[in-house]
């Protein structure tokens, strides 16, 4: 007898016998969709989770493969497809299953930026193969620029904006994740595991700290100070003085202004 299509699907994803198969959708909406797929192989009850992708926002498609095959600090990728351009359906990865991990900021948040660390050195000579996939390189001051241009204003904020967009650009040029928050670093057996790549470049990583430092601060009400900036440094050999931690926290909040005037929250 013939098996169901989503029995198929995951069986030739994992290239194994697997049973009881059912999907239940987690997400959905004009950004993604995302599926849990559980099912029986060799008698245990597993899990996996499906996410699609718009075409023109399936970057993290491209990328992860990619970056699971450098580095266990990512989520580790069974089986993805990208249809041709004439079919109109959405790109698509299989993972494991961590969509009820629990956020690592729970945790001492510098375990975050040892695995954010960790990712960088495992593609620091893959610049030429991370331009392939599609990921750009952007300066500060490009950030700057463009989250200036989408607010269409000019208030003193932005001409220091600029100042601590130069101040920056002297700094390594690394694989930044854009998106460092602690709903997207989670806590595994393996350690911290950095999710959600879509929005990944090339650039100047401590803008990722910039942000992640933001975002531990709104998620456990305390304030991290200066303390993942120092401890980033230490992991890199960069000196990270405090015109330089200001400077990040500057760019950081007018990028992270502008898109969220640009694209409030949708309701949770």
Known sequence: MSQDPLTSFVARSLRAEVRDVRSELVAKNTLMEVERIR???????????LKRVPA???LEVQLLPFLARKTDRVPRVLSRGVPPPAVPAWPWVMTEDLLDTTSACHEDSRAIVLTKVAIERAVAADGPALKALGVKTITPSELVERALERAATDRPLDAEARGAALLLSSLPTVLCHAELACTHARQTARGVILMEWRRAYLGCGLIDIAHLSEDVRQFTGQDPGDKLFGYYGELTGVTVNKDMARASRLVSQVTRT???EQNPPEGR
């Open 39 to 49: 099912f029986t192989q060799d008698g245990v009850e597993r899990s996996l989770a």
């Open 258 to 260: 502008r898109n969220t």
């Open 56 to 58: 023109d926002d399936s």
